[in-house]
């Protein structure tokens, strides 16, 4: 039975229920058959976290005390996308377009601040544009195929990793400690240390740390340049004690000898 905190791996596809399309998938020929297959999307099963909001909160609550298996969830469109808001329905000037050279028509999709919205409406130097999400106010209806929890530390971090969009090179993990190469240093301290901090609490890791490719390459060197030091210490040592058993064998030697001379100056002459 899934629980609050499990990861679990499973493909899914969501469509609008009034009219049946597919808005997302992690199934390939779904999306074709649908058309919206994208050369970009990477798809197969997804690794999620249950009660972590990596998908609409109706589908993540309906998971929780599920078997492995194939389900048909609805999710009223309070729960999915929300309800669309008239305050996010602006009034915009043209020339806030025309400084960038866009000319808006209607359907257009535009970012403005950061935020994407849709022009709903242009008239003379006015443009409505609308920022509510495209499924706001849509009841939705999801196909779920759970396929497995997953346990594996490994697996683990690097869904996390890439449900949060973190470009990553390696992950290492030895004894319960968690060290992963990024393609790029995070830019803010604070920011990698909260990404740290999630990433061991959803994980279950001891501890999390964040290296560049520069600096697992100069650790590398490092590590490198000791074995060698230590090798050359090895040799060194391993001469040593051949020089002191050689030492030791010829001592032997001539202690033989000065015995050998002693005994035949002790011998008897024979009349």
């Not at 499990?6 to 808005?23: A, H, N, P, Q």
């Not at 890791?205 to 210490?233: D, G, P």
């Amino acid at each position: 039975m899934i629980r609050k905190g499990d990861f679990i791996e499973l493909d899914y596809t969501g469509r609008i229920k009034d009219d049946k399309i597919v808005f997302d998938t992690t199934v390939e020929q779904v999306a074709k058959d649908s058309h919206i297959h994208s050369s970009k999307y990477k798809y197969g099963p997804v690794i999620i976290c249950i009660g972590e909001k990596h998908l609409v909160k109706g589908l993540d609550d309906a998971l929780i005390g599920k078997n492995l298996g194939k389900y048909t969830v609805e999710v009223k469109a309070e729960h999915a996308f929300g309800k669309k808001s008239a305050e996010l329905l602006k009034l915009l000037p043209l020339k806030l377009f025309a400084k960038d050279n866009v000319k808006p028509f209607v359907g257009l999709e535009v970012n403005v601040d950061g935020m994407l919205g849709i022009v709903r409406s242009v008239s003379g130097g006015r443009i409505i544009v609308d920022f509510n999400h495209p499924l706001a106010s849509k009841d939705l209806v999801y196909e779920v195929d759970i396929k497995r929890v997953v346990t594996d530390p490994l697996e683990k971090t690097r869904a996390v990793l890439e449900l949060v969009g973190v470009p990553f090179e390696n992950i290492d993990i030895l004894d319960d400690k968690g060290i992963i190469t990024l393609k790029a240093a995070i830019p803010h301290e604070e920011i990698g240390k909260s990404l740290a901090e999630s990433v061991q609490k959803l994980t279950g890791l001891k501890s999390v740390e964040f290296k560049t490719k520069e600096e697992a390459k100069k650790e590398l060197k490092e590590e490198i340049k000791a074995e060698q030091k230590e090798e050359v210490k090895k040799e060194e040592r391993k001469g040593a004690k051949e020089e002191e058993v050689k030492k030791e064998e010829e001592e032997v030697k001539e202690e033989r000898k000065e015995k050998a001379k002693e005994a035949k100056k002790e011998k008897p002459k024979e009349n």
